[in-house]
């Protein structure tokens, strides 16, 4: 199951995006016929923006984290696991229902494997 954390991240922002164009489709049909500049006049449509841009930010972020596997299975940096750990916490706390508990199983795996590393790290240095 290699990079399935990625493929997680992707999934979920798949998930995000779908689930934005499902429930605001009026919106961004009217975004559309009024022209996109300047076009975010209610709480709404820029809840819908935001929606759908996160779902984005998402996607790069687990395209990211795919490459940082793929390149000589390099660890994600902790900083990045741990700050994508805050995000979810806060989110979490804001919105409880909310998708943000899907980001929880590939967090956690990535803090793990940096905790695993740590440990090789400590066992060669004893060893040696």
């Not at 290699?2 to 995006?17: D, E």
């Not at 049909?29 to 779902?55: C, E, Q």
Request: charged residues 10%.
């Amino acid at each position: 199951m290699k990079n399935w954390q990625g493929n997680w991240i992707i999934a979920v922002s798949a998930c995000h995006t779908l689930f934005a164009v499902i429930m605001f489709a009026a919106e961004y049909s009217s975004l559309y016929d009024n022209g996109i500049i300047n076009s975010l006049t209610t709480d709404r449509s820029a809840a819908a923006v935001w929606f759908f841009l996160f779902g984005q930010v998402l996607f790069i972020t687990g395209l990211l984290i795919k490459h940082f596997d793929s390149v000589n299975n390099h660890l994600v940096p902790l900083s990045v696991s741990l700050n994508l750990l805050l995000l979810t916490l806060v989110g979490i706390t804001i919105m409880p229902e909310s998708g943000f508990w899907l980001m929880f199983p590939p967090l956690i795996s990535l803090i793990m494997q940096h905790r695993k590393k740590q440990n090789q790290n400590k066992n060669q240095t004893a060893a040696a």
